[in-house]
């Protein structure tokens, strides 16, 4: 079993060290991570830059460093490591829960990774709790179990709060947040924004800020598919548009001229 190590919060974080030792009681360790922190930073990948890919030092694991966001990471660290089963992102030095999953660098890592055709899991602890990553450990170490014995777990995002009681499955606590933006000065007297986000109170039970408030560790299937399937079903019968047309007069498959004009178009080059 090959399993890739990544992480947002930089290669050099306690959190990705305590993961990828977790790891290899379960097969091959490869550690492939951003060199500087990219929290935050979602799945940006660096399109128009070119990539590096050194080793470093990490303890006693096998480790290279990127010059990019963790999809960058990710997607560098599978195509040098052929045949990876696994890739696990974390331990993030930070809660990833509900709202949290959009700007998530490190459930991007675990999102990258399946798009590529590889399994990935993003494991966040609470923050500041670099220091209790030793007590974490048996409970990482049976996450990690629980990953790898259900293939069927294509994408999973797993919050670990300080003492578990245990562990369960939970749906993400996606509701709108409170986004501030708060300003001030620059030493040279410019504005500048900041913007800081706060959850809104209130977790319904079963998600995943509720299972972490109540300290069990959270672990949520996630799937990439963002298609609100149930309200697609409803205003395609409410307002149908053009779509049946479509069905009955466009061809099943499209034809190759069709399919590279797309293609074509949605290529992100600078011309
Ligand atoms: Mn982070």
Redesign the pocket.
């Known amino acids: 079993m090959r399993i890739l190590v990544s992480?947002?919060?930089g290669i050099y974080?306690p959190g990705i060290a305590a993961l990828a030792e977790a790891a290899t009681d379960f097969g091959e360790v490869r550690v492939v991570a951003p060199d500087v922190?990219?929290?935050?930073s979602g799945q940006a990948i660096t399109a128009s830059a070119p990539l590096s890919y050194r080793a470093t030092k990490i303890r006693d694991l096998t480790a290279f460093r990127v010059n990019g966001t963790p999809a960058d990471a990710v997607a560098l660290g599978i195509h040098m490591w052929s045949a990876v089963d696994i890739v696990v992102s974390g331990l993030?030095?930070?809660f990833n829960l509900g709202n949290s999953i959009w700007h998530?660098?490190?459930v991007a890592a675990a999102k990258q990774a399946v798009l590529l055709g590889v399994r990935g899991a993003a494991l966040s602890i609470p923050a500041e709790s670099d220091q209790e990553l030793e007590s974490l450990k048996t409970w990482v170490h049976r996450v990690l179990r629980t990953l790898i014995d259900e293939p069927a777990l294509r994408l999973v995002n797993i919050n670990l709060p300080r003492s578990p009681r245990g562990m369960m499955w939970t749906r993400a606590s996606v509701r709108q947040y409170d986004g501030h933006i708060v300003s001030m000065k620059d030493p040279k007297g410019r504005d500048v924004y900041w913007f800081t986000v706060t959850a809104l109170e209130g977790a319904d039970k079963g998600t995943d800020r509720w299972a972490v408030e109540q300290n069990w560790i959270s672990l949520t299937p996630l799937q990439l598919d963002l298609t609100d399937h149930t309200l697609l079903k409803a205003v395609e019968e409410r307002l149908p548009l053009d779509g049946s047309i479509a069905l009955k007069t466009s061809e099943s498959q499209s034809s190759p001229q069709a399919v590279k004009a797309v293609r074509e178009q949605e290529a992100h080059s600078a011309k």
């Open positions: 992480n947002d919060d974080s922190e990219r929290s935050s993030n030095l930070g998530s660098g490190t």
